[in-house]
């Protein structure tokens, strides 16, 4: 086993493929999560472990006495800083982007939260066409249209949670409040009702957004009050 992320740099450092856009997707697909800090403060400290693999890719490992290997100490600490982790969004865009899949969708953690909310997965909406539903995911690939001399408009965009994706709409008298409701690669709370349109096919029509984080504070505060 690795000691910590400096013995794993080392060790793995000896191999010349092993760089620093490797150390990256290692950590953006949670590889990492095993050492001390978020993902967010280890893409912070990638120069520093730049700096230590190219010392390592400079060092003679012919010259190197056993001693030696296991002294850690000709090597300047990788200094993790106190960094707040991405948003769970981002953590699940940049998995799926290194990985290919979401090992773990953020929307699970919300569904005690929203129980009492009747939300649905987004696999049910086409079971019940029609009927407005509470439904939380990723939002993704948003397309801004504008409506000509106005500053209304609306959203295409695609929703995605654990049990599968959805193509949305939102309209909105004003783009600004609109943005400020759902945004790429976060995790959303919306009111829409699905339909299956014989131009567009399925998709569901959004009535209301919430940020799942502006959602929670708003749930806080009337818990609180």
Request: aromatic residues 10%; hydrophobic residues 40%.
């Amino acid at each position: 086993p690795f000691l910590s992320i400096d013995d794993f740099v080392e060790r793995m450092g000896r191999y010349q493929k092993f760089s620093p856009a490797v150390m990256e997707t290692l950590i953006y697909s949670g590889t990492m999560d095993c050492f001390p800090g978020t993902r967010a403060a280890k893409i912070k400290a990638l120069p520093q472990i730049a700096h230590m693999l190219d010392l390592i890719h400079h060092t003679n490992y012919e010259q190197v006495s056993l001693f030696d290997l296991a002294d850690m100490s000709r090597f300047d600490p990788i200094k993790i800083p106190d960094v707040q982790e991405l948003s769970m969004g981002q953590l699940a865009s940049h998995e799926e982007e290194c990985l290919g899949f979401i090992q773990n969708y953020p929307t699970t953690q919300y569904r005690s939260v929203l129980a009492r909310k009747n939300a649905v997965l987004i696999a049910d909406l086409p079971n019940d066409l029609g009927t407005k539903h509470v439904f939380v995911g990723i939002v993704k690939n948003i397309v801004h249209i504008s409506f000509a001399q106005s500053s209304s408009g609306l959203l295409r965009f695609e929703m995605e949670d654990e049990s599968g994706s959805i193509a949305c709409v939102a309209y909105s008298s004003s783009m600004v409040k609109l943005y400020e409701n759902i945004a790429e690669g976060e995790v959303c709370y919306v009111q829409g009702t699905a339909s299956d349109n014989p131009k567009y096919g399925l998709q569901a029509i959004i009535n209301n957004s919430f940020l799942m984080t502006s959602y929670e504070k708003r749930a806080a505060i009337a818990q609180a009050i």
